[in-house]
């Protein structure tokens, strides 16, 4: 025999079993997305590797070791890590700063990081996000978030717990830095690989790190009193102020985590993670924050933006399954043309229909019928004969013999 091919490692395939839970986060993603006034964007999967290295940073770990970059005709390309590098790309190139703004956008794709996989994390996955551009003012914070929750809510998912944080603007973060710098440096040697190129490049992503001897050392009391204490300046901690008043007239929940530093470079102010207690350490189901430069870093006008991303893999994981819906009829007949014609017809009239297709024996086709269908819509040699049909009740096990054109009103 020949070997089979396998899937590759942290990729999966959705199932016909599993698509209807696709369907409704993506259903609802339409609808809750385009009532708030978000318009559907499609961009491609893979874009020029420079735009995620200005885009999303060059001191990520995205950038640096999760990247499936590629060359053609000389070109660099990678495929899509996240998307919001590629929504702004797309805002620039296509004039979207000349519509009034906000500019609302959304979007549902893969995505690709090659990561370790485990539970939960996957190297191709799927998100939907929400993109809003041009409005610097905190009720913008205050609608993503709410809209955030709110599409959750649309999917069953009320127990989630939301963590927000505000990273200042470049000026306070500059004073953070030095700061986490000095009460850091007699622990350098201690601190992980990683946290020691972090330490010179880009220390606020210090506090993200998850190894244990990194996360003893920002327990210190005086690390601690750096991380907890305000750095932020009068004017983002008025921003971060407001937002919390707008959360709480929304009646959203919400904690403030210090700690939340988010894994791509392109935030200031807002950030926030909505987590599950029930997914393990890969806990996140929505991450986002704003990035009020990030368009004119990639050579737009200068517009304020902000948005999130869920992990669907992750939502689908998290959401009720019940068992995919029985067949409407199931067609018993030993007479395949009138079988064939019958599931036309039922089809046609929008009722979910099947038969056998080798004529099996009439007892055999009606376990099949009580097994994958709610009725069975039977015309048998009487049945023919007489113009009638049988439809039996698989439930109640209740049979009734009517006129064929009654037959739509009984199933
Ligand atoms: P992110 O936190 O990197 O943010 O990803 C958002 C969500 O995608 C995560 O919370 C998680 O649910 C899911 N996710 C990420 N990586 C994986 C993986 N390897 N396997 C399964 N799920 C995963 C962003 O991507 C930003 N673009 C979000 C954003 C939009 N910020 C502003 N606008």
Redesign the pocket.
Known sequence: MANIIKVQKGTKDILPQEISLWYKMEDNARKIFSNAGYGELRTPIFEATELFARGVGDTTD?VNKEMYTFEKSERSLTLR????AGVVRAFIENGMHRLSAPVKLWYKGP?F?Y?RPQA????Q?H?V???MFGIKDATADAEIIELAVSYLKSLGLNDLDVEINSLGCPNCRENFKKQLREVLKPYFNDLCEDCQTRYEKNPLRLLDCKVESCKSIFEKPEVKQVIQGDFICDECSEHFEQLKTYLDALNIKYSVNKLLV???DY?NRTVF?IKSNNLGS?N??????R?DSLVKNLGGEDTPA??????M??LYSLMEKSPDNKLDAFVVSTDKTEALKLVKYLRDNNKKTDFDFNGKKFTKQMEKASKVAKFAVILGEDEIANNTISVKNLETSEQITINRENLLNNI
């Open positions: 995205i890590p996240e998307n919001t995505m990081r990561e939960g994390r996957q190297r996955f998100q996000g929400v993109e988010r894994g791509l935030y993670e890969q996140a189901v929505c991450g986002g924050g990035y902000i948005g999130f991303a869920m992990g893999e992750r």
